[in-house]
């Protein structure tokens, strides 16, 4: 596709109940980030894949957060047992490999997560 | 550690005017870049400008200027004339050499009034 895209747009979840999140990044880049934004906020960094390695995961909250990359192109994030703390709007980013350095990341709409 | 601020929480201003949007960084790393982004009511976040730490000169695009001052520790954003489809809120971020996480401020929701 021409962009980032993801989905659902919007998932409202009951508390305890499992959520996944998709992401389809530009075709080619290698590079693909999960941020987690919360309401007025800037993006907080969560996990970044290079291809289907998932090279860091330092920014998860916690062990019910899991993302994947398989085939390095989609990914997913998926949420177990959600908390309403995991409120927030998920975004996705890609770039080419110089993007990592460069810093121009390429983003979705985001996912934005209501937890009830 | 690193941080990015953003004071200005809110900033409404009328069509045409000039206005600037303040970002001041905290870093310990001699080599780092700066960012801004603009994300529209749409959500998605969408690149500026990249700066590094070695390049103070300032930059102009269009309307658009950014002011990098490293004996203040800012990296201000001016936009001239501003415009409706202005309005949007944007962040300023940071990166330390070799390290793909960036680090935003708050962010400034700017409201361009026609």
């Known amino acids: 596709g021409a962009g980032v895209s993801q989905s659902p747009r919007y998932k409202v979840a009951k508390r305890g109940q499992d959520v996944a999140l998709r992401c389809d990044p530009i075709?080619?880049?290698?590079?693909l980030f999960w941020y987690q934004q919360a309401l007025g906020q800037g993006p907080e960094f969560l996990t970044y894949?290079?291809?289907?390695?998932?090279?860091?995961k330092s920014g998860l909250p916690s062990d019910r957060f899991f993302a994947e990359r398989p085939e390095g192109s989609v990914s997913t994030l998926k949420i177990q047992r959600t908390q309403q703390e995991d409120s927030a709007v998920y975004l996705c980013?890609?770039?080419?490999?110089?993007?990592?350095?460069?810093?121009?990341?390429?983003f979705g709409e985001g996912s934005r997560l209501t937890v009830l | 550690a690193q941080k990015v601020t953003q004071a200005q929480t809110e900033i409404s201003v009328v069509e045409k005017e000039d206005v600037t949007l303040d970002c001041v960084y905290e870093?310990?790393?001699?080599?780092?870049?700066l960012f801004w982004y603009k994300q529209p009511p749409s959500g998605e976040l969408v690149f500026l400008i990249r700066?590094?730490?070695?390049d103070e000169q300032n930059e102009i695009s269009g309307r658009y200027s950014w002011n990098f001052q490293k004996s203040t520790s800012s990296f201000n954003f001016t936009i001239t004339a501003s415009q409706v489809v202005d309005s949007a809120v944007y962040f300023c971020a940071l990166s330390e050499d070799s390290n793909y996480q960036l680090i935003w401020g708050a962010g400034t929701k700017l409201i361009i009034k026609p």
């Open positions: 700066r590094n730490s070695f």
């Open positions: 894949f290079q291809n289907e390695a998932q090279l860091d």
């Open positions: 075709s080619g880049h290698v590079s």
């Open positions: 980013a890609s770039s080419w490999p110089e993007g990592v350095n460069t810093g121009e990341l390429f």
């Open positions: 870093t310990r790393d001699t080599t780092y870049y």
